[in-house]
């Protein structure tokens, strides 16, 4: 959320290094951090209780800084496990303390903080109309990448900034796929189909009706547990119907998501759906392949125009051992940057935080398979070829 107010970080002119000092927070600074909060903000304050969550998950990293009559400021900042993203949450400084570079003391500490644990991107979202704020960050490098209408309580836009503090080589695709976030448990692969089929058609819808009747074409009926999720199948299927052109590929013929069932009627089930929807992909001509794609292909496939929709474990994610989808949106030299629709509110995220997230290539590798099989499996979306002319 990084909220702040117009006057929260001060202009970053010339000044001296700032009379604080930087260190991690404690839960003995709970009191102190609230104290700040209440005073420096009007709306969107981080709770008592959210700051001790924070200090107590190791994949956070909560920076302040102390004069001799208390804290002066700090800074939040969130590393999303499994990834190579960390967010800018909060960023304050106490008003009697602004004009001493301490904002801009504490934004520096803070990716030095995030790039030792492994980073190569910091992204913030700041009120459009906090100019200070905004100067600062152009000036320490920050390149704004997108809005979001409508983002704080007092119905302000936010601006997204984004910057890589670790660099490599090599550059992303230049196929731009918008961001859906799913909008229930279960329709993750149709939030991942929809942005597919958005970035190669700007006309092709991308709302919660159409999320819901792709699920309905492309639903597995049962999973390990909850609703039924979309199988590789029915998305194939899915994006046939709507005239763009889908290729399979597996790494076996055995039934998906069968593994974790123990009901044997829900395993005979499962069974009839998979072949049933195999036959339909065999009857559509939709080419199907039992070698899974490789991250070196999957760019090649973005330069050619043709989004990967990936299966995953979200285990190295979430902790969660379930599949999910993610679109591949873009491939470097170092990362795969992957649109994940699973937008965790509990934990304050917002598509900030799940478009183009890097994850090393070894990494995603590891990442994109599931199960005790290893399930392996992408749907690879195109423009289908036109016919009846050059």
């Avoid at 692969?189 to 006309?203: K, S, V, Y």
Wanted: with cysteine; charged share 30%; net charge neutral.
């Amino acid at each position: 959320m990084t909220a702040e107010a117009p006057e929260h970080v001060s202009a970053p002119a010339a000044r001296p290094a700032p009379a604080a000092r930087l260190r991690e927070a404690t839960l003995e600074d709970l009191d102190e951090l609230v104290r700040l909060e209440d005073a420096s903000f009007d709306t969107d304050r981080v709770s008592r209780r959210s700051f001790r969550r924070f200090l107590q998950n190791d994949t956070d990293y909560l920076l302040v800084a102390e004069t001799p009559v208390g804290l002066a400021g700090y800074i939040l900042l969130l590393k999303h496990r499994g990834t190579r993203l960390a967010r800018l949450y909060s960023i304050c400084v106490d008003a009697a303390a602004r004009g001493q570079g301490i904002a801009e003391a504490l934004m520096t500490a803070g990716e030095d903080a995030v790039r030792r644990r492994g980073c190569a991107y910091l992204r913030l979202e700041v009120r459009r109309d906090n100019e200070p704020a905004i100067r600062l960050y152009r000036k320490l490098g920050y390149r704004q990448f997108g809005t979001i209408p409508h983002y704080y309580e007092d119905d302000q836009e936010a601006l997204r900034f984004e910057k890589r503090i670790r660099f490599y080589s090599g550059a992303r695709s230049d196929l731009f796929v918008p961001y859906y976030g799913q909008t229930t448990p279960f329709t993750c692969g149709t939030a991942c189909l929809l942005m597919a089929m958005r970035a190669l058609d700007p006309d092709a819808p991308i709302d919660r009706r159409e999320e819901l009747r792709l699920w309905r074409e492309a639903t597995t009926i049962f999973m390990t547990s909850g609703h039924g999720g979309c199988g590789p199948h029915g998305l194939a299927l899915a994006a046939h119907r709507r005239g763009f052109h889908a290729e399979l590929y597996l790494n076996d013929e055995r039934v998906l998501f069968i593994d974790g069932l123990r009901d044997a009627a829900k395993r005979e089930v499962l069974s009839v759906v998979h072949e049933d929807y195999h036959q339909q992909v065999l009857e559509a001509g939709i080419p199907l392949s039992y070698q899974p794609l490789g991250v070196e292909q999957m760019a090649a496939c973005l330069a050619r125009r043709a989004v990967p929709i990936v299966l995953i474990s979200s285990w190295r994610l979430t902790r969660e051992k379930a599949p999910h989808w993610v679109v591949v949106a873009a491939v470097d030299d170092d990362f795969v940057y992957i649109h994940d629709p699973d937008i965790k509110q509990e934990r304050g995220e917002s598509d900030t935080d799940k478009a183009y997230v890097p994850i090393d290539r070894a990494a995603f590798a590891r990442m994109a398979r599931f199960g005790q099989s290893s399930m392996r499996a992408t749907v690879l979306v195109s423009r289908a070829a036109r016919s009846g002319g050059a």
